[in-house]
């Protein structure tokens, strides 16, 4: 596993990144973590994580990825802050107490965040770790077994230190909405929430929520409605907080279109900027600007990018303040923002007035230790 990190940090990885909340990445210790982070470390690189938890044991999720940082010597981000599950709703004061002090302490710590109050992963993901062990199959053979099936439902109903019960964290099935479905016969449940679906069926909740994974062959996206809003404000007004995705590529039309899925795919920076600062005055316009520009792009150690400046890559959006606003929602996510008047990249017009140009300027990013990373550094 080194010898894997040290190859993909030859090859242009920015640093290793986990996601200790979902099997398989939940099933490894800290210790291993750190002694790959050090090989990470001797390339430049970074230690990204989706902490263990966000929920019951998110303080000693912030304290392991604190401690990988420390011990490998290398800088941690931590992917898309938050608190999840009603009964901790009000404590991110305490987690942001607990990386600025880190910070203060000289650690080098960020965090980034999506202005939205739903997460968004698979519906599998709800379900205990140890019934993903073993792969996709044996999942699937495990939710077909009543008695398996029994042991779920127990552990699904109470929370634990161990893993994260996203749909107890979600308020049960009218907190989780189906947003993504592969199997064609079951499109027409997208947009609904659990609950919908198992009345319609006339199943349990988690009767509904299993028998559509195993139907879908463990490919259901879903949201889960776990946040709080003044958490979430809390949050995004800490200077050391990025505003950064966590979706995927998606397409308007085509055979990749896909109806259902995160809002924040299509509306995350013009809502913080509308909805966030504009509207409600969360924090002054150059400093929102930078938490989508510089900040991201010094934590990832690019040069020559995120600034408006001489000699700098010119990767620009130009949008009208007074009428950037996001319109993708939960229930209609596929919506363009407004207010985004032109965008450049490398320099080159690509996007003009609601339309694409047809220009392609994008680049391969690499970093620091690829031999074809020219535009880097390691400061």
């Known amino acids: 596993m080194k010898s ?40 430049g690189g970074i230690y990204a994580t989706h902490m263990r938890s966000e929920g019951r044991s998110e303080v000693a999720a912030v304290e392991e990825a604190l401690r990988i940082g420390r011990e490998a010597q290398l800088p941690v981000e931590i992917f898309h802050l938050k608190v999840v599950g009603k ?104 947009g609904q929430t659990l609950a919908q679906i198992a009345a319609s069926q006339k199943k349990a909740p988690l009767d509904a929520l299993f028998d559509l994974v195993v139907a879908d062959k463990a490919q259901t996206g879903a949201l889960y409605f776990i946040a709080n809003e003044n958490d ?59 938490k989508i520009t510089s900040l991201p792009a010094q934590r990832e150690r690019l040069r020559h990018r995120g600034l408006l400046k001489e000699g700098y890559f010119a990767d620009i959006a130009i949008f009208d303040p007074a009428s950037i606003q996001d319109k993708a929602t939960y229930e209609n996510s596929v919506q363009l923002s407004a207010g985004v008047k032109y965008v450049l990249v490398n320099g080159q017009l690509e996007y003009k007035e609601g339309q694409l140009t047809g220009v392609k300027a994008g680049k391969i990013l690499r970093g620091p230790a690829s031999e074809k990373s020219e535009y880097f550094t390691r400061n």
């Open 232 to 290: 979430l404000r809390y949050g995004l007004k800490q200077p050391w907080t990025s505003i950064g995705l966590d979706g995927s590529e998606t397409s308007l039309d085509g055979p990749l279109f896909e109806p259902h899925s995160h809002p924040r795919d299509w509306g995350s920076m013009p809502r913080f900027l509308g909805h966030y600062v504009r509207d409600q005055y969360l924090l002054p316009l150059e400093q929102a600007i930078r």
């Open 87 to 190: 009964p901790r709703w009000g404590s991110m004061p305490k987690i942001v107490a607990m990386i600025q002090a880190a910070r203060d302490a000289g650690q080098d710590v960020s965090a980034d965040m999506y202005p939205y109050l739903a997460g968004g992963t698979a519906l599998a993901s709800a379900l205990p770790p140890w019934v993903a062990e073993g792969g996709t199959e044996k999942l699937l053979t495990r939710l077909k077994d009543p008695a398996t099936r029994t042991r779920i439902k127990h552990e699904m109903a109470i929370e634990h230190a161990n893993w994260e019960n996203l749909y107890l964290g979600s308020g049960g099935a009218s907190g989780v909405l189906i947003s993504g479905i592969v199997n064609p016969d079951l499109k027409k449940y997208d």
């Open 4 to 43: 894997l990190v040290a190859q993909a940090m030859q090859e242009g990885a920015f640093g290793i990144s986990t996601s200790l909340i979902y099997p398989p990445g939940h099933y490894a210790k800290t210790e291993e973590l750190i002694e790959l982070a050090k090989v990470a470390a001797q390339y």
